[in-house]
């Protein structure tokens, strides 16, 4: 397949191309000013106000247009792609509806601070205000969702707001910014004068940390007989893979990664200990709680990691470090604050960091945990097991693959089956846990890598909040590998209303879904189904072998859960462990 | 649980007054009164929100309010000696019969009246909340029709 426009040229090619200052259109500024900032591919939806900008775009050839099928579709597939690169992912949708549409995919990457450039439409200037049609007031709507928001005034302050709009969303924390565009600026004309200075004032993200509190950290881990880092998301978003796993080698400190931090640390290492917090591992959990030093490294305690926060880490010095001044204290109290970019204060740590050797007896008692309690579920000849799919997948693709996930039962089963080890290999909601995300996410990091596999493993219910981007796949031949964990019920919602409400099972069951082979097919995708091992293996190296876009249900047992399991209100060493 | 009076430099944006304002009602935290107004510097506002909460509401105040864009700088007043004023407009019921001990209170307070009816007069008083609050507490049985109260705002002393 070929997802690079066939008239792309080299990014210097470009810069001279649309460099020259020019009278031309808003549309035309902001295409010029998207290219100019190296946009190769967008994803979007057009409509009334966003003619101007659409009409611009006919026959341009200097980025790829990916049409979905729905706005929501549009902006998860930005973020995919923003996630599998590291680059900002671009969306475009009209007014009112359109943009509205994009409410959720903007929260999904504010919580889990992913760089996007949202641009809308909106009615003239001289409508906005009277409830003119497809009007909706989306910088207000998106205000507490956005990193920053842009209202256009004016044509001219398109190339100016763009090189602002990119600086912002991809330094710092990451995260969405919105740029509003009425329709009468988008046709307005006026002189294009590229801008590539940057002039915020109240914007100097903190990157290089503090070396007091360095020193500080330092000390505190020569000191430290019972050492945990804790790396999240932060790793990945600063590149710091590397600099991480230098740190642990030198450090020997045993490390445990959250949901977004998979891939930031290779989890085949000796000393990584899985996922922490309320589906962790035990390892995960006890180790955290049995600290005496807790480094959180680019992880923000969500609640989902600390569980009750009263009594997490009880006997650690914490020790915080995050781009974001704010996280620094939200949750946790911390005692050793480090304010800075995650890659620069580990390469400042590594310079001086040696082993803790006082931590022997330490690992040792990980070691024996992870060996005696690893994760586990009982296999079955007769049922297919959701986690046995997950750990085919896993085996199939060689741990090689991008895999993303939706949100629920089967997200967690991949975060605790499939083995990360390369950053950017994991594409998931965390914070907001969208579902309907984990489908079209594929579709944006299958974009921005056409010759990896790309595998979306979703559950039935997220599958059908956007089922309908599988057109997108079929007519692009874009070839994302989904899986189908089917177990014909909301399984997450299942499994509390068994263990917290007393079995009530209110509003779970699925029936009625459709067969999802026939939708497949139905859009032009190959589509497989699989009730035992056997068919699972046999339909999923097909599918894999397929040249192009294919979807495998995995029909699996219904009564599955996920553990370890720590319940709201509890502690992290306080888990449910299951039957296997 | 203290009392703040937080001094936030800002673009002089559309939306500004939104976004400093919607960050306190979603984060939970508390807005006493809020003045906004021009500073010093062309483009540049100055709000000075007052509010209530512990040391790590208040730090986190302002980290939050770090993180918008548009805020170039954030003051905690209260940390330092600072003035602090606002201004209240008290529409009082002033018969004929009870205006010379209204005029009592407002030359005790420093106030002034700046407008005359035939049965009301506006007082205008001048102070710290206070100070506003004791004269309104000692209007209060004359009749109070309307009542109009700036907000604080608010600087350090001396040359800081």
Not at chain 1, 79 to 98: E, L, Q
Not at chain 2, 77 to 94: D, G, N, Q, T
Request: proline share 5%; aromatic share 6%.
């Amino acid at each position: 397949m070929s997802t690079q426009p066939a008239a792309l040229r080299s990014k210097n090619e470009l810069i001279e191309k649309w460099s020259k200052p020019e009278v031309i259109t808003g549309s035309e500024m902001l295409l010029r000013s998207l290219v100019l900032e190296g946009v190769e591919c967008v994803f979007g939806y057009p409509g009334g106000a966003v003619l101007y900008i659409y009409d611009a775009m006919y026959g341009f050839s200097d980025f790829h247009h990916v049409l979905t099928r729905h706005e929501q579709g549009a902006i998860h597939a930005a973020d995919g792609y923003a996630r599998a690169t590291g680059k900002v992912g671009v969306v475009i949708a009209t007014s009112g509806p359109g943009a509205t549409n994009l409410v959720t995919g903007i929260a999904t990457a504010y919580m889990d601070s992913v760089p996007l450039v949202v641009i809308t439409g909106n009615v003239p200037r001289s409508a906005i205000g009277t409830d003119a049609f497809q009007e909706a007031d989306i910088v207000g709507i998106t205000m507490p969702i956005t990193k920053h928001s842009y209202l256009v005034r004016k044509a001219e302050d398109i190339p100016r707001i763009i090189r602002e709009a990119f600086h912002i969303a991809s330094t710092g924390r990451r995260g969405p910014v919105l740029i509003d565009i009425p329709k009468d600026v988008s046709a307005e004309k006026g002189l294009f004068k590229p801008v590539t200075e940057v002039n915020l004032r109240g914007y100097n993200p903190t990157i290089v940390p503090n070396k007091l509190q360095i020193e500080k950290l330092l000390k505190a881990i020569a000191e430290a007989k019972r050492p945990v880092v804790l790396a999240g998301g932060g790793v990945i978003a600063s590149g710091a893979h590397e600099e991480l796993l230098r740190f642990i080698e030198t450090t020997q400190i045993p490390i445990t990664t959250t949901l977004l931090g998979l891939g930031g640390f290779p989890s085949g290492h000796e000393l990584w200990m899985g996922m922490p917090g309320m589906h962790g591992t035990y390892t995960a959990n006890k180790a955290i709680q049995g600290a005496d030093l807790l480094i959180n490294i680019g992880a923000r305690f969500d609640d989902r990691v600390t569980m009750k926060v009263q009594g997490f880490a009880p006997n650690a010095k914490i020790a915080h470090i995050d781009i974001d001044p704010a996280e620094i204290g939200k949750n946790v109290p911390t005692d050793i604050p480090i304010v800075g970019d995650v890659k620069k204060v580990l390469e400042l740590l590594n310079r001086e960091a040696k082993r803790t050797d006082q931590a022997d007896e330490w690992r040792a008692q990980i070691a024996a945990w992870k060996r005696e309690m690893p994760l586990r579920y009982e296999d079955s000849d007769t049922e297919l097991k959701p986690q046995w799919v997950i750990e085919m997948i896993y085996e199939t693709t060689k741990g090689d693959a991008i895999v993303t996930a939706d949100v629920g039962q089967h997200q967690m089963w991949v975060a605790q089956y499939y083995k990360f080890n390369k950053p950017r290999s994991w594409i998931t909601s965390g914070g907001l846990g969208t579902m309907g995300f984990g489908f079209p996410s594929a579709i944006g990091a299958q974009m921005a890598h056409p010759d990896r596999t790309v595998v979306s493993i979703n559950g039935d219910g997220g599958m059908q909040m956007c089922a309908q981007e599988l057109a997108v796949c079929a007519i692009n031949n874009i070839p994302v590998k989904v899986a189908i964990i089917n177990n014909q019920v909301l399984g997450m919602v299942r499994q509390w209303q068994e263990i917290i409400y007393d079995e009530r099972y209110s509003h779970i069951d699925l029936a009625g879904s459709p067969d999802f082979v026939k939708l497949a097919e139905a859009y032009g995708v190959r589509g497989f189904r699989a009730t035992n091992k056997a068919e699972a293996r046999e339909a999923w190296e097909k599918a894999l072998r397929h040249d192009g876009p294919a979807v495998v249900e995995f029909v699996v047992s219904k009564y599955e859960n996920v553990y370890p399991m720590v319940t709201q209100g509890s502690t992290l060493d306080d888990m449910i462990l299951g039957d296997a | 649980m203290e009392r703040h009076t937080i001094s936030i430099l800002v673009n002089n944006q559309p939306g500004v007054l939104q976004r400093v304002a919607g960050l306190f009602g979603r984060r939970g935290f508390n807005i006493e009164s809020i003045t906004v107004g021009e500073s010093e510097e062309p483009g540049l506002s100055r709000m000075v929100i007052v509010t209530t909460g512990d040391d790590k509401t208040i730090e986190q105040i302002g980290k939050q309010l770090y993180k918008l864009i548009d805020v170039i700088k954030v003051v905690d007043l209260s940390e330092s000696p600072m003035v602090a004023r606002e201004l209240a407009l008290i529409k009082v019921h002033a018969e004929p019969a009870h205006r010379p001990e209204i005029l009592g209170v407002v030359e005790t307070f420093r106030a002034s009246v700046v407008d005359i009816g035939a049965s009301t007069m506006i007082v205008q008083a001048v102070g710290d909340s206070d100070k506003i609050d004791a004269i309104i507490e000692l209007l209060k049985p004359y009749g109070i029709r309307e009542l109009s109260r700036t907000g604080v705002t608010a600087m350090t002393r001396g040359t800081r």
